[in-house]
Structures are given as structure tokens and as C-alpha cells.
């Protein structure tokens, strides 16, 4: 059974830092790409960024460019997201996401976790 | 970018109905399409992709259809677990991949 579990989430204040962590499970990690997407509260749902299977291809949403950074750890079978110069508009819930099959749409999603942005 | 854009805002309706929701594309997506349903609390679930194919254990009654930049999902019949905020994606052209702002369904 495929299970993704994030943590990381809480409380940051504006310019802070946070780092989000998704363990995977269930699938053989290395041979998927993976995604981030986030849902602000009472908010519909935003993709922030992707990374292949190998690390080697990542996207970014232009919203987080340049402050947010994806990457991966096959041998922790985990997925992260570096998250810096935080802002009030970043404050939502974090999903990873996996690929159903094929194309990226999402059928596998983890239980997302919060963060919050405020001083 | 891709707007995707949903129709109606919400929806009201009685258990037992007939449900059509929408979602058309700024430009055309293909069937590079799926719909999620979201309900309080929960991450997203897959409903369809490919426009019409139903994800693994999703009830025949619902059903999605459409090409290009108009896509429907339609529930034959609502059942009570039915009642949720609907949003559809395109996977067409990304990054960036982009969502519909969603369609609360609502029991009337």
C-alpha cells in the first residue's frame, strides 16, 4: 500500500524557515517523481514544485521561486521541502503527491501538514 | 499558464439527483484532465483522469467526459458521501500544473 506521511509543519514567522519531510512508503521511491502541492485555508489547492525520479528535473511555481527548495534522499526514501524567506500567503497545508500512473495527476496523496506564517 | 475554471461556484442539491459540474480550460488541455474530490478535513482523491477514466475503486456513478478546454463530471445518482468540493487539474501543459478553484456540492 502506497502511504506518504508529512512533517515538518508549524509556526514561523515572516522571513523564517521551515523544512517539510515526506516518507514514502509502499512503492519503489526512486522510481517515481514526486510533487508538492498546497491548499491555503478555505483555499482550493496550488501545485508548488516537482522533482523527477532521478532529482535531475525541478519545477518551481512562480510563487515560491527562488525561496523554496525540493529535493529528495532515495536511501531515506523521503521527499523535502527547504521552505526560506517564509511570507503570510505561504501559510497552508503541505501535500506530497505521487503520480497515479503515467502523467502527473495525483492518486496517491499524503495527510498534508500545516504550516503556519505570522509573528 | 493554463487557467482552469469551474462552473457553477457552488451547487445545492438532494440526495438521489443528477449532478453535472464543469471545467474549461484557457487553452486546450486534450484529455490530459482529472477531477479530485476533496472533503473536510481529507487530502484530495482521485475521482477521473484521462477525462473519462475512473480511478481504482471509484463507483460507476461517476463519470467525466470532454476534450480540449470543456470537461464535465457528471454523478448519476448523489449519495449522501458525495457531498464535497470537486476541483479538476490539467496536466497538459506545465509547469505549471493548474487546478480549478473547485465546486462545493452541497446538500440542499
Known amino acids: 500500500e502506497v502511504q506518504l506521511v508529512e512533517s515538518g509543519g508549524g509556526l514561523a514567522q515572516p522571513g523564517g524557515s521551515l523544512r517539510l519531510s515526506c516518507a514514502a512508503s509502499?512503492?519503489?521511491?526512486?522510481?517515481?517523481?514526486m510533487h508538492w502541492v498546497r491548499q491555503a485555508p478555505g483555499k482550493g489547492l496550488e501545485w508548488v514544485s516537482y522533482?523527477?525520479?532521478?532529482?535531475?528535473?525541478?519545477y518551481y511555481a512562480d510563487s515560491v521561486k527562488g525561496r523554496f527548495t525540493i529535493s529528495r534522499d532515495t536511501d531515506k526514501n523521503s521527499l523535502y521541502l527547504q521552505m526560506n524567506s517564509l511570507r503570510a500567503e505561504d501559510t497552508a497545508v503541505y501535500y506530497c503527491?505521487?503520480?497515479?500512473?503515467?502523467?502527473?495527476?495525483?492518486?496517491?496523496w499524503g495527510q498534508g501538514t500545516l504550516v503556519t506564517v505570522s509573528s | 499558464e493554463i487557467e482552469m475554471t469551474q462552473s457553477p461556484a457552488t451547487l445545492s442539491v438532494s440526495p438521489g439527483e443528477r449532478v453535472t459540474l464543469s471545467c474549461r480550460a484557457s487553452q486546450s488541455v486534450s484529455t490530459h484532465l482529472a477531477w479530485y474530490q476533496q472533503k473536510p478535513g481529507q487530502a484530495p482523491r482521485l475521482i477521473i483522469y484521462?477525462?473519462?477514466s475512473r480511478a481504482t475503486g471509484i463507483p460507476s456513478r461517476f463519470s467525466g467526459s470532454g476534450s480540449g478546454i470543456e470537461f464535465t463530471l457528471t454523478i448519476s445518482s448523489l449519495q449522501s458521501e458525495d457531498f464535497a468540493v470537486y476541483y479538476c487539474q490539467q496536466y497538459n501543459n506545465w509547469p505549471p500544473i493548474t487546478f480549478g478553484q473547485g465546486t462545493p456540492l452541497e446538500i440542499k
Open positions: 484521462g477525462a473519462s
Open positions: 509502499g512503492f519503489t521511491f526512486s522510481s517515481y517523481s
Open positions: 522533482i523527477s525520479d532521478s532529482g535531475s528535473t525541478i
Open positions: 503527491a505521487r503520480k497515479y500512473s503515467g502523467y502527473d495527476y495525483f492518486g496517491y
